[in-house]
């Protein structure tokens, strides 16, 4: 695997609590991006990153807010956790935007009960 | 809605037969990739086909890409129990980001 970390790799946690999930790249990409993975969607990009503090929203952003204050971290923040944000969390690194193939970390199992 | 359509949605076949995925997108593309995701993992990158490429070839695998009719196909060859897998194509529209597709689940039988 690619140098992609996730923290935590599971996480249980009730309905209306601040959850963050840390992404962490030893590779010094400039291009970082989370997804969500549900049954029958496939991969829906929540926010990406092209730089230290330069983020933007993708599909699926409502809920979530991230930040990236050094080029190897990325969070994910779930400000108030819903239980349709059960899912697999998945982040990616990537050299250069779509020119390039993305790395994957390995997920996290966010349950919201 | 979704860039890109992956058809069948799963697909089983016995070990040494080739396995055949489709891919179908709406709207123009930069380029085109397909990754696969074993259970319980990340996905990993497979393939990458630009859009002035028609065939591409990796070991086993053969890409093609037809832009005219915005599809895409996977072929497996000599399929192993270890392909078994999900396969995802992903599209990009010449912005910074992919859109994935659902999926095909693929099933190798030994």
């Known amino acids: 695997d690619a140098g992609i970390t996730q923290s935590p790799r599971h996480k249980v946690t009730e309905t209306g609590t601040p959850v963050t999930l840390r992404c962490h790249q030893t590779e010094n990409h400039r291009y970082m991006y989370w997804y969500r993975q549900d049954p029958g969607h496939g991969l829906r990009l929540i926010h990406y990153?092209?730089?230290?503090?330069?983020?933007d929203k993708g599909e699926v952003s409502d809920g979530y807010s991230v930040s990236r204050s050094k080029t190897e971290d990325f969070l994910l923040t779930l400000e108030s956790a819903t239980s349709s944000q059960t899912s697999v969390y998945f982040c990616?690194?990537?050299?250069?935007?779509?020119?390039?193939?993305?790395?994957f970390g390995p997920g996290t199992r966010l349950t919201v009960l | 809605s979704q860039q890109g359509e992956e058809d069948p949605q799963a697909l089983s076949i016995q070990e040494g037969e080739n396995a055949t995925m489709n891919c179908s997108y709406k709207t123009s593309i930069n380029n085109l990739q397909w990754y696969r995701q074993n259970s319980g993992r990340g996905l990993v990158h497979l393939i990458l086909i630009r859009s002035n490429e028609r065939e591409k070839h990796s070991g086993r695998l053969r890409v093609t890409l037809d832009t005219s009719k915005k599809s895409s196909s996977l072929l497996i060859t000599a399929s192993r129990a270890a392909d078994t897998a999900s396969y995802f194509c992903?599209?990009?529209?010449?912005?910074?980001?992919?859109?994935f597709g659902p999926g095909t689940r693929l099933s190798v039988l030994p």
């Open positions: 990616a690194i990537s050299a250069a935007s779509s020119y390039n193939e993305q790395f």
């Open positions: 992903a599209t990009d529209n010449y912005g910074q980001n992919f859109v």
């Open positions: 990153s092209y730089g230290v503090k330069d983020t």
